[in-house]
């Protein structure tokens, strides 16, 4: 291999590490368990998610920490990375500013920095028992199902 082909070589390797390093970055694969969002999602699914709340609007599909049984978000620390967390798959149905859903709430309007969230599932524990979500609890939203 002359020179000029190493050279080529090495950009092409460190092209490719890179573009791995920011895919792993910005988008992570999660498999559904549960019930919560059925029929839309089953155990099983496979999703992809975007990190971050980049795109976040009312009826997109997000990954949020689960909340403490007890507390529900409030004293969740902020999310900082997959680890050290269960999580939850539910759709956003409400943002800052936005009337609280019927039988969400005591009514009024969504406080800043928070978003309410249900599963498609009637069933689903969400913000009905524990209230709205904190933007920081988010893990990243939707893009597409994969399987």
Same mark, same amino acid.
């Given at each position: 291999? *002359?020179?000029?082909?190493? &050279?080529?070589?090495?950009?092409? $390797? ?8 920011? &895919? ?28 971050? $709340? ?21 004293? *969740? ?5 997959? @680890? ?30 928070? &978003?309410?969230?249900?599963?498609? *599932? ?12 904190? @933007? *920081? ?7 597409? @199902?994969?399987?």
């Amino acid at each position: 291999m *002359n020179g000029w082909m190493a &050279l080529t070589a090495a950009a092409v $390797a460190v092209a490719v590490l890179a573009l791995a390093w920011w &895919l792993r970055r910005t988008y992570v694969a999660i498999t559904v368990a549960g019930l919560s969002m059925s029929p839309t999602l089953v155990t099983g699914d496979r999703v992809l998610i975007r990190r971050g $709340a980049g795109g976040l609007r009312r009826g997109r599909i997000v990954v949020v920490a689960r909340p403490d049984r007890e507390t529900g978000w409030r004293h *969740n620390p902020p999310v900082d990375g997959l @680890r050290g967390t269960g999580w939850y798959i539910k759709r956003a149905v409400a943002l800052a500013g936005d009337q609280y859903p019927e039988g969400v709430g005591s009514g009024g309007t969504v406080s800043e920095g928070h &978003l309410v969230l249900l599963g498609d *599932n009637p069933r689903s524990f969400d913000s009905k028992q524990y209230g709205p979500c904190p @933007r *920081n609890q988010i893990l990243g939203v939707m893009v597409r @199902r994969l399987s």
